[in-house]
Nanobody
Framework: QLQLVESGGGLVQPGGSLRLSCAASGFTLNDYAIGWFRQAPGKEREGVSCIGSNGDMTTYLNSAKGRFTISRDNAKNTVYLQMNSLKPEDTAVYYC???????????????????WGQGTQVTVSS
């Protein structure tokens, strides 16, 4: 069974940091681009960052540039999203997704991704 599981979410104060993890089971992550997406209450889902299958290409939402870093450890079948300088507007459920099989590029539109995790809540509040 193909599965993605996110972890690492939680409550953090503004300016704090969190590292999200996306672990895969039932398939090999290094065949896919991995994207991180988020959805806040009442808002559309948006792509935050993505990384190509071999890690050479990364893309970030403008508001995430300089604060978030995506990385992958294919040996552990896991992708990470390090989030620093968190702001209240980063509060959302964060999802990871796998797609673009066999390609080394990554893009942020969600419809290019085939497999999705259940999400992890990130709350930034004082």
């Amino acid at each position: 069974q193909l599965q993605l599981v996110e972890s690492g979410g939680g409550l953090v104060q503004p300016g704090g940091s969190l590292r999200l993890s996306c672990a895969a089971s039932g398939f090999t992550l290094n065949d896919y681009a991995i994207g991180w997406f988020r959805q806040a209450p009442g808002k559309e889902r948006e792509g935050v960052s993505c990384i190509g299958s071999n890690g050479d290409m990364t893309t970030y939402l403008n508001s995430a540039k300089g604060r978030f870093t995506i990385s992958r450890d294919n040996a552990k079948n896991t992708v990470y999203l390090q989030m620093n300088s968190l702001k209240p507007e980063d509060t959302a459920v964060y999802y990871c997704a796998a797609g673009l099989a066999g390609l080394r590029l990554c893009v942020l539109p969600a419809d290019r991704y085939d497999y999705w995790g259940q999400g992890t809540q990130v709350t930034v509040s004082s």
